[in-house]
């Protein structure tokens, strides 16, 4: 939809040219490719790591620590956290989901509420520093007299917003859990 309405837009702007086009289209396979190459790899080393038993061993490790399993879920949202401000979501959630996943319920977490917390958590590491993707993608639209300071200086109330969202819904599980309650009865 998105591909759609750039188009109508460009061509209701009287700035469609093929040429442009074209550059769009190959620029968009380029990415794709790279997404897809990502995808796979992640998927051979995630499939290599569970089969040797590393899996069983984050398992071990995880469960058998002498905290609590929200502690223990903690532990895991802050080593998301962490990733996800030097890499990219696609191999963070190609390689740690499916490890992580089949740990969920030894802990007690139900996976649907583990999954959009750890996009609300990717989506705030986005924003800090030392990459901030989300902040060099914003710094790429904005005017040149905008500098990156004040993009940061501008984002670290959102980035304190969000957080304090984070820690509501793991608070408070069913701020995300009531809706598919309802809706999968």
Do not use: H, N
């Amino acid at each position: 939809m998105g591909a759609i309405g750039g188009l109508a837009l460009t061509i209701a702007y009287k700035r469609f040219t093929w040429q442009g086009f074209k550059e769009a289209v190959y620029g968009t396979l380029r990415i794709s490719s790279m997404i897809l190459i990502i995808a796979v790899g992640a998927s051979i080393f995630t499939g290599v790591f569970m089969r040797l038993g590393g899996g069983k061993m984050i398992e071990e490790v995880l469960v058998g620590l002498p905290v609590t399993p929200i502690v223990v879920g903690l532990i895991v949202m802050v080593f998301i956290f962490i990733m996800g401000m030097f890499l990219d979501w696609v191999g963070i959630l190609f390689i740690f989901i499916p490890v992580l996943s089949p740990i969920l319920p030894s802990l007690g977490f139900d996976p649907l509420w583990f999954a959009i917390v750890v996009c609300l958590v990717l989506q705030t590491s986005f924003l800090s520093p030392p990459y901030a993707v989300s902040i060099f993608y914003l710094k790429g639209v904005a005017p040149p007299e905008v500098k990156i300071t004040d993009i940061y200086k501008g984002i670290l109330p959102f980035m304190v917003l969000q957080l304090i969202g984070v820690a509501l819904c793991v608070t408070f599980p069913q701020i995300i859990l009531w809706l598919p309650s309802i809706l999968y009865k």
